[in-house]
């Protein structure tokens, strides 16, 4: 599972509107865009990483991010069993 193209322009929109504060996803979301595109679609500076929890906590203003899943697999969180 992962953030791609539509994702991202989602969050953009959502984040002019409200702020994030504190974010869950269902699993460990990846960021399924090249550094190039992020950094085009956001004009701020990205570090290339594997999954968004930084993306959503330095760019979109969550406080805290928290991934929910029944494996640990992809490192999550908090766990489902």
Request: proline share 0%.
């Amino acid at each position: 599972m992962g953030i791609g193209y539509h994702g991202l322009q989602l969050l953009r929109f959502a984040a002019r509107h409200a702020q994030f504060g504190r974010v869950a996803t269902i699993g460990r979301q990846e960021l399924g865009l090249d550094k190039k595109e992020v950094r085009r679609l956001l004009g701020a500076q990205y570090k290339d990483e594997k999954y968004c929890d930084s993306l959503l906590l330095q760019h979109f203003g969550a406080t805290c991010v928290d991934s929910w899943d029944y494996s640990d697999y992809e490192g999550r969180v908090i766990s489902l069993i």
